[in-house]
Each structure stands twice: as C-alpha cells, then as structure tokens.
C-alpha cells in the first residue's frame, strides 16, 4: 500500500497550490479520502473530505471557500487544490485513505506561504 503526496512548495500570500496523491495497493474506490495538514509545533489538523461513492465533500472552516478536494478513481488520485493561501496554511499536507477500520497515510508534501 502506498500513498504518495506531490505539488507542495514555495508559495507567496494569495497564491495557488494543486497537491495531488496518488494511490497504490488498495481498491482506491471504494475509500473515502481525506488531507489533514501538520504545522511546527502542532497538532495534526483534518483539512478536507471527499467520500466514496458518491463524491461528497467537506471542509476545515479554516479553508472553506479557499481549498477544493477532488479525485480521479480512474487514476487512484485525490486533489487539493488551494487558492488565496496564507502564511497560516504552511504546514506539511498528508493524504489519508479511510474505509471502516483500514486507514492508510502518506508521507507528505511541504507546503510553505511566504513572501
């Protein structure tokens, strides 16, 4: 089982990121997705939900309006695409596979927003 983050980097305030995570070794179809974000010092925070099937969403308050969840099943990928980023979304993003007790992690991806 992987899950492999990609996309993160070095943004300026208002800027735009597209993180993507790409799955392998589990029928990626038939999870529920979700990112969550961890800042220095920190709790690891949920950010975003999309569910399966169905394709429902849900969002941190934190990032409602600025972040879109997505995902391809065709391709094992879910997307997250943020907009009008902040210096308080710096934090390292991680994709999580859920299904009834099976949860599975990535490694991340740095996301830094700074001028």
């Known amino acids: 089982v992987q899950l492999v983050e990609s996309g993160g980097g070095l943004v300026q305030p208002g800027g735009s990121l597209r993180l993507s995570c790409v799955a392998s070794?589990?029928?990626?179809?038939?999870?529920?997705m979700r990112w969550y974000r961890q800042a220095p010092g920190k709790e690891r925070e949920w950010v975003a939900l999309?569910?399966?099937?169905?394709?429902?969403?849900n969002y941190a308050d934190s990032v409602k309006g600025r972040f879109a969840i997505s995902r391809d099943n065709a391709k094992n990928t879910v997307y997250l695409e943020m907009n009008s980023l902040k210096p308080e979304d710096t934090a390292g993003y991680y994709c999580?596979?859920?299904?009834?007790?099976?949860?599975?992690w990535g490694q991340g991806t740095q996301v830094t927003v700074s001028s």
């Open positions: 999580n596979a859920r299904r009834w007790s099976q949860t599975y």
């Open positions: 070794g589990f029928t990626f179809s038939g999870y529920d």
């Open positions: 999309i569910i399966s099937p169905g394709g429902g969403t």
